[in-house]
């Protein structure tokens, strides 16, 4: 424990009360007496990324399995990397504690140009940038004030499970200031608004009471609950059958009697669409109905069949309730919902398998993902980029416990190479797979490298189907063509001299069998497969959805 605390003293300590476990950070001149400060307080361990982008979505990751993150970058050159990968836990709704250094307070307001900066003398518009993607900004300007900005940026930050941005001047990063106090209010949710909840509560029921046909129909927010106990205990209460959203993979149990698949219109699980399109009551958990999720806005439930339980709000037969968390109004509902017949019996759920191929043929999409999905147990999390590894991950079937995470609402590839690192390290006792595509791995390669640095044993699976599939789906042309790798060789040269990750080839479904095992072996390091797929080979659902969303895209201006 330091002597005299300081202001990069104050924020470490408050990092571990928090439960973080690790911060992500890349140095640079405006952060470097910060880090030296938050290695020295020592709460929690300083891991180092290749680049800003990455750290942010290593942050990003960490959130998804620790609740939140902290990641400290340096102003300007490493901040406007990593915005956006900021916007991306503003769109998944990850709580990452985003620290960025700043100029000396000696040069604010002085006129004086600095490096690193776009050449004038006003230093504001980096925050102002953040304010869109975070929601707390606080930009510290002097030591005394620091403890009270740094608290409220982590409690908004952990209460409305946003990013949060703190910027801390170089020359005040090692400055005194008073040592935290008890952590308590960082920790606890805003007391519920009593009324509020009661009423929203009060007209749930009553939807319930009213509806013939309902079912849930979980959304990926969700995930901030940091359990699914919540939503089975609804369903349990209600005794009526459960669907989840494509982004919501994982977040009902598949082994549970009400699971009936995934619902995402038309390339929904079978069943899963009759049963949603036709409930009169749909209850939907903390969705997201963007364009993806209504394969090109063609299902969404309507207005008068739809109770929305959201992060903050619950809207049914047209008002709206605020005032309380999800979590407070789930607890609620379990409780009072009223008791009806259940109707889970009336349907069933077939699960499709997925096709095999023999084991000397070359390998084939069907043949990857199934033999993935038998590597899957309840303790595996399935970090799946965005792409075709999107609906690979969604048509396994999963044992209780096991996770998918994906990035549905911000798609920003390259993503899941950090995320799947940040998540790994976020929960070591877990198996973690890693799905992407070629085009993705493109964008954030190097950051295998880290994986080896840490010994993260991630199971990689690289799909070398040479291109943008999904966007050869939706709209083709030259600009969906990459430049071949050779992806699984790059492990050697991120090994250098010291690293264990091992670089492996699979052209047939026996070489990936053979892959497998040896992934398994390797404890002490990625295993990278570099999965060889025909351009032409992907998942059906991705063709009907792709040409679903490129309709939507392409509808003409309307006319006055
Ligand atoms: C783009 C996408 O190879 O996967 O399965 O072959 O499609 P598939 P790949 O990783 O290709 C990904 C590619 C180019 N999207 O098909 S989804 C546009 C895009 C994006 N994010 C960023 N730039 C471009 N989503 C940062």
Same mark, same amino acid.
């Given at each position: 424990m330091p002597k005299t605390y300081t202001v990069g003293h104050y924020l470490s300590e408050r990092l571990g009360q928090i439960g973080l476990k690790d911060h992500f950070a890349v140095a640079g001149d405006f952060n470097l007496v910060l880090l030296d400060q938050l290695l020295e307080e020592g709460s929690t361990k300083q891991l180092y990324?290749? +680049?800003?982008?990455?750290?942010? #979505?290593?942050a990003?990751? #960490?959130?998804?399995? +620790?609740?939140a993150a902290a990641m400290i970058v340096t102003f300007?050159?490493?901040?406007?990397?990593?915005?956006?990968?900021? /916007?991306?836990?503003?769109?998944?709704?990850?709580?990452?504690i985003f620290v960025s250094g700043g100029?000396n307070t000696?040069?604010?307001?002085? /006129?004086?140009?600095?490096?690193?900066?776009?050449?004038?003398?006003?230093?504001?518009?980096?925050?102002?940038?953040?304010?869109?993607? $975070?929601? !707390?900004?606080e930009v510290i300007l002097s030591a005394e004030n620091a403890p009270a900005q740094i608290d409220n940026a982590i409690r908004?930050a952990l209460? $409305?499970?946003?990013?949060c941005?703190i910027e801390i001047p170089c020359n005040l990063a090692g400055a005194e200031c008073v040592r935290p106090g008890p952590v308590g209010s960082l920790l606890?949710? $805003? $007391?519920?608004?009593?009324?509020?909840?009661?009423?929203?509560?009060?007209?749930?029921?009553?939807?319930?009471?009213?509806?013939? +046909?309902?079912?849930?129909?979980?959304?990926?927010?969700?995930?901030?609950?940091?359990?699914?106990?919540?939503?089975?205990?609804?369903?349990?209460?209600?005794?009526?059958?459960?669907?989840?959203?494509?982004?919501?993979?994982?977040?009902?149990?598949?082994?549970?009697?009400?699971?009936?698949?995934?619902?995402?219109?038309?390339?929904?699980?079978?069943?899963?669409?009759?049963?949603?399109?036709?409930?009169?009551?749909?209850?939907?958990?903390?969705?997201?109905?963007?364009?993806?999720?209504?394969?090109?806005?063609?299902?969404?439930?309507?207005?008068?069949? !739809?109770?929305?339980?959201?992060?903050?709000?619950?809207?049914?037969?047209?008002?709206?309730?605020? /005032?309380?968390?999800?979590?407070?109004?789930?607890?609620?509902?379990?409780?009072?919902?009223?008791?009806?017949?259940?109707?889970?019996?009336?349907?069933?759920?077939?699960?499709?398998?997925?096709?095999?191929?023999?084991?000397?043929?070359?390998?084939?999409?069907?043949?990857?993902?199934?033999?993935?999905?038998?590597?899957?147990?309840?303790?595996?999390?399935?970090?799946?980029?965005?792409?075709?590894?999107?609906? +690979?991950?969604?048509?396994?079937?999963?044992?209780?416990?096991?996770?998918?995470?994906?990035?549905?609402?911000?798609?920003?590839?390259?993503?899941?190479?950090?995320?799947?690192?940040?998540?790994?390290?976020?929960?070591?006792?877990?198996?973690?797979?890693?799905?992407?595509?070629?085009?993705?791995?493109?964008?954030?390669?190097?950051?295998?490298?880290?994986?080896?640095?840490?010994?993260?044993?991630?199971?990689?699976?690289?799909?070398?189907?040479?291109?943008?599939?999904?966007?050869?789906?939706?709209?083709?042309?030259?600009?969906?063509?990459?430049?071949?790798?050779?992806? !699984?060789?790059?492990?050697?040269?991120?090994?250098?001299?010291?690293?264990?990750?091992?670089?492996?080839?699979?052209?047939?479904? !026996?070489?990936?069998?053979?892959?497998?095992?040896?992934?398994?072996?390797?404890?002490?390091?990625?295993?990278?497969?570099?999965?060889?797929?025909?351009?032409?080979?992907?998942?059906?659902?991705?063709?009907?959805?792709?040409?679903?969303?490129?309709?939507?895209?392409?509808?003409?201006?309307?006319?006055?």
């Amino acid at each position: 424990m330091p002597k005299t605390y300081t202001v990069g003293h104050y924020l470490s300590e408050r990092l571990g009360q928090i439960g973080l476990k690790d911060h992500f950070a890349v140095a640079g001149d405006f952060n470097l007496v910060l880090l030296d400060q938050l290695l020295e307080e020592g709460s929690t361990k300083q891991l180092y990324s290749c +680049n800003e982008l990455n750290c942010g #979505y290593t942050a990003e990751g #960490y959130a998804r399995a +620790n609740g939140a993150a902290a990641m400290i970058v340096t102003f300007n050159v490493g901040a406007l990397s990593a915005i956006n990968a900021i /916007g991306s836990a503003y769109a998944e709704s990850l709580p990452v504690i985003f620290v960025s250094g700043g100029p000396n307070t000696n040069d604010q307001g002085s /006129g004086h140009i600095l490096h690193h900066t776009i050449g004038n003398s006003n230093y504001g518009y980096q925050a102002e940038m953040f304010r869109h993607v $975070t929601c !707390a900004t606080e930009v510290i300007l002097s030591a005394e004030n620091a403890p009270a900005q740094i608290d409220n940026a982590i409690r908004t930050a952990l209460r $409305t499970r946003k990013p949060c941005y703190i910027e801390i001047p170089c020359n005040l990063a090692g400055a005194e200031c008073v040592r935290p106090g008890p952590v308590g209010s960082l920790l606890a949710e $805003t $007391t519920p608004d009593k009324v509020s909840l009661d009423a929203a509560v009060k007209a749930a029921c009553d939807f319930i009471e009213t509806r013939k +046909n309902l079912v849930i129909l979980v959304g990926s927010r969700v995930r901030t609950l940091g359990s699914l106990e919540p939503i089975v205990a609804l369903a349990d209460r209600i005794g009526c059958a459960v669907t989840v959203m494509g982004a919501a993979k994982s977040f009902f149990p598949e082994t549970h009697k009400a699971f009936r698949g995934v619902y995402w219109g038309e390339v929904s699980s079978p069943g899963a669409q009759e049963l949603v399109e036709k409930a009169d009551g749909v209850i939907c958990l903390a969705p997201i109905f963007n364009d993806y999720a209504t394969v090109g806005w063609q299902s969404k439930p309507p207005a008068s069949q !739809a109770l929305i339980a959201d992060l903050a709000e619950v809207t049914v037969d047209g008002k709206s309730y605020a /005032g309380f968390h999800l979590g407070a109004f789930l607890a609620a509902l379990s409780e009072k919902a009223p008791s009806r017949p259940a109707t889970v019996e009336n349907t069933k759920y077939t699960p499709v398998a997925i096709p095999s191929s023999a084991p000397g043929v070359p390998l084939t999409n069907d043949e990857m993902a199934r033999q993935i999905n038998a590597l899957v147990d309840g303790k595996t999390t399935i970090t799946a980029e965005t792409g075709d590894s999107w609906f +690979n991950a969604i048509r396994m079937h999963l044992p209780e416990g096991a996770r998918v995470e994906t990035e549905m609402q911000w798609g920003s590839i390259g993503w899941s190479v950090p995320a799947a690192l940040g998540n790994a390290i976020g929960s070591p006792d877990r198996q973690h797979i890693l799905m992407v595509g070629d085009g993705s791995f493109q964008l954030t390669a190097q950051e295998v490298a880290q994986m080896i640095r840490y010994e993260v044993p991630v199971i990689v699976f690289l799909v070398n189907n040479r291109g943008y599939v999904i966007e050869i789906k939706i709209h083709d042309g030259n600009y969906n063509y990459i430049k071949n790798w050779d992806y !699984a060789g790059l492990i050697k040269a991120f090994n250098a001299e010291d690293g264990q990750g091992l670089g492996l080839h699979a052209r047939t479904g !026996a070489e990936l069998a053979d892959a497998i095992e040896k992934a398994k072996a390797n404890k002490k390091g990625p295993t990278f497969i570099e999965c060889h797929i025909a351009t032409e080979d992907c998942t059906d659902t991705l063709v009907q959805w792709g040409k679903k969303v490129a309709a939507a895209n392409s509808r003409p201006p309307q006319k006055n």
